[in-house]
């Protein structure tokens, strides 16, 4: 049993070491995954904006043709034929595209994040202030001149439909990388759900396996003393289990009862006190120190399954119960206790009791006959 009992303590260490080494890691990559995938879906947001304001240079760019001919030929000053009567197109075009290059714009435009993009926009600004170098000479150029620069309005427009393709471009790719995070958030989530399978099914077989030594271990017991009790750790050392083995020897059911009201003599008490007490469970220490052994314990050798499950010999103790059986006789019982080596999950003790022998201090007649006459005396004095 002993080399069983190692074996099991071996099998636990390393389901211990590698359970928390694929916790500890599930749950960072999980961290990881989270993290990464917020800071991404913000990014998509912002490209979204940025799409927008894109989309508004080149609805703004086609504007400027037709503020071009309505100021040739309608003889327009104000600003009734803008994208916004409120705002020049090119000055509207100047703050948007200050913003996307990360400059002193109005405040409301996110800056591009790509620098590509950013070099496209610059060059296409370039194009944009040609235009509008020529707006001043509008009443002095010809047909020919108008319908030329009216085609060159349109190449710029078209000029800014690349920069949006472009920015799109990024933009979906950063969406194609967000939808692979979450495929790898799920391929680490199987791979996760499959392993902590794996170990749940290694300690069930553990369990198991504790579960038919401890029957063994019971039935050697029983096979050697004459009943086998759980008692509470602490005092008053309560019997939490009831044996009708015990039940028998002692004359009265003992669930629910302290061990030490059988024992009458002082000493005696003290030292099953002594005896019973002695393998209480340690303080447990604080969470700052359990979470720190956990962390300690995922890349050193854990060592509490083995101290847990490490065989050692049972403890013996020969005491006197003093019993009252219902008959009303009495009688000291020489028992010999057994004490498990260790606590149970509960904080229980495994108590083996055998009687080794009795003596009778007084017979159920004279129980019978010594209350009798306690009886007569107790009428006696009242009649007196």
């Known amino acids: 049993m002993a080399s069983s009992l190692e074996k099991l303590s071996d099998d636990a260490r390393r389901l211990r070491i590698v359970l928390r080494i694929l916790l500890v890691t599930g749950g960072l990559l999980s ?39 309505s100021s040739k030929y309608l003889n327009a000053t104000g600003t009734e034929f803008h994208l916004s009567p409120a705002i020049d197109s090119f000055d509207e075009i100047r703050v948007i595209s200050a913003g996307l290059l990360g400059g002193d714009g109005d405040g409301q435009t996110p800056e591009l994040l790509d620098d590509p993009i950013k070099d496209r926009l610059r060059e296409w600004l370039k194009r944009v202030q040609w235009l509008e170098s020529m707006r001043p000479r509008l009443q002095s150029l010809s047909t020919e001149e108008m319908a030329a620069l009216t085609l060159e309005v349109n190449s710029v427009t078209r000029a800014m439909d690349l920069v949006v393709q472009s920015a799109s471009g990024f933009a979906q790719s950063r969406v194609q990388t967000l939808l692979l995070i ?35 271990h019971g039935s050697l017991l029983k096979s050697s003393y004459d009943a086998t009790i759980r008692v509470s750790a602490k005092a008053p050392f309560e019997v939490f289990q009831a044996s009708a083995q015990l039940d028998n020897m002692t004359g009265q059911s003992m669930a629910g009862q302290s061990i030490l009201k059988y024992v009458s003599d002082a000493g005696e008490q003290a030292k099953l006190e002594e005896y019973l007490g002695s393998w209480r469970s340690p303080k447990q220490p604080s969470f700052s120190t359990r979470f720190a052994e956990v962390c300690r314990s ?22 006197v119960w003093h019993c009252t059986f219902p008959d009303g006789s ?42 009798l006459l306690q009886h007569h005396e107790s009428l006696a004095v009242s009649v007196i």
């Open 31 to 69: 961290v990881v995954w989270m993290a990464f995938q917020i800071w991404l879906t913000n990014i998509a947001q912002t490209d979204s904006q940025l799409i927008n304001h894109a989309g508004r240079l080149r609805a703004t760019t086609q504007n400027i043709g037709l503020v071009f001919l």
């Open 298 to 319: 995922c890349w050193t050798v854990a060592s509490l399954a083995k101290d847990t499950f490490q065989p050692s010999p049972a403890r013996v103790l020969h005491t």
């Open 330 to 371: 009495k009688r000291a019982l020489k028992m010999e206790l057994s004490l498990a080596s260790f606590l149970d999950p509960s904080g229980h003790q495994l108590l083996a009791v055998r009687q080794v022998g009795a003596r009778i201090l007084v017979e159920a007649g004279e129980a019978s006959l010594h209350s």
């Open 182 to 216: 979450n495929v790898f958030r799920a391929v680490t989530a199987v791979i996760w759900g499959l392993a902590t399978m794996f170990i749940a099914g290694k300690l069930w077989i553990a369990t198991e396996t504790l579960v038919l030594l401890t029957a063994q």
